[in-house]
């Protein structure tokens, strides 16, 4: 399986993960800690990815793990906007996205 492609929709949901700068900004604050454990851990989630494929998906999906703690877990889509994984909503996996709004449009 091709790692590059599947993590090209491979995101990190975090609870308070309020880093983004808003649209008005002219520069970006540096990246807090959360910031760089989040990115270290989709680092190690595509490693494993590349080196088990899907399989790696079952270690994702296990609760209290470094994978899924608190509010923070790995998610994926596809390039067509199918979800490949959803570890806190596994019956949206298999479900394309497309068109799909949030609570607030």
């Given amino acids: ?5 599947l993590f090209t929709g491979f995101f990190v ?3 308070l993960f309020g880093t983004a700068a808003p649209a008005f900004s002219q520069q970006s604050p540096p990246p807090s800690e959360q910031v760089k454990k989040i990115e270290a851990l989709v680092d ?14 079952a270690e994702f999906r296990k609760e209290r793990s470094e994978w899924w703690f608190g509010e ?23 479900k394309n996205q497309k068109g799909k709004t949030d609570s607030n449009g």
């Avoid at 399986?1 to 492609?5: G, P």
């Fill in 1 to 5: 399986m091709n790692a590059k492609a």
């Fill in 13 to 15: 949901l975090a609870g």
């Fill in 44 to 57: 190690k989630a595509a490693a494993l990815v590349n080196s088990k494929g899907k399989a790696a998906f």
């Fill in 72 to 94: 923070t877990y790995l998610f994926a889509y596809d390039m067509n906007l199918n979800v490949l994984l959803v570890a806190a909503f596994p019956q949206n996996e298999g």
